[in-house]
């Protein structure tokens, strides 16, 4: 099944804002839990392999976690670039900024073990 069918089944029984392909479903406010388990029991009913993961899947879900981890630091990164001039870096700047270059070496490393 495809994930927008997927999508369209959930969203006959219940409310949603979305789903995603790592089986991971966005429930709107008003979902109610009976809603919110019979949504789920679908998910699970089309994506059996969510309970016992491939380690592929495993990996591009590192590799998202990580990813979601440079996107805050870029974010503060940027913040902090602009406040400051390139000579008046702090140590926590510098710090930062390997903590970046080692998450990046991770994500190279593990997207090499795909």
Same mark, same amino acid.
């Given at each position: 099944? /495809? ?6 089944? =959930? ?9 995603? #392909? ?9 979902? %109610?839990?009976?809603q919110r388990n019979a949504?789920?029991? =679908?998910?699970?009913?089309? /994506? ?12 591009l879900q590192q590799i998202?976690?990580?990813?979601? %981890? =440079? %996107? ?6 940027? %913040? ?7 000579? #008046? ?9 390997a903590f970046m270059n ?13």
């Open positions: 099944m /495809l994930i927008y069918e997927l999508n369209d089944k =959930i969203k006959q029984v219940c409310p949603i804002i979305g789903i995603s #392909s790592d089986g991971k479903i966005d429930f709107a406010d008003n979902a %109610t839990e009976n949504a789920q029991a =679908i998910m699970d009913a089309e /994506l059996p392999e969510l309970g016992n993961p491939s380690p592929q899947i495993l990996i998202a976690a990580l990813e979601a %981890t =440079i %996107t805050e630091r870029r974010i503060r990164e940027a %913040t902090i670039a602009a406040a400051k001039t390139a000579s #008046s870096r702090s140590a926590d700047d510098i710090a930062a900024l080692d998450i990046n070496a991770q994500i190279a490393e593990l997207r090499g073990e795909l």
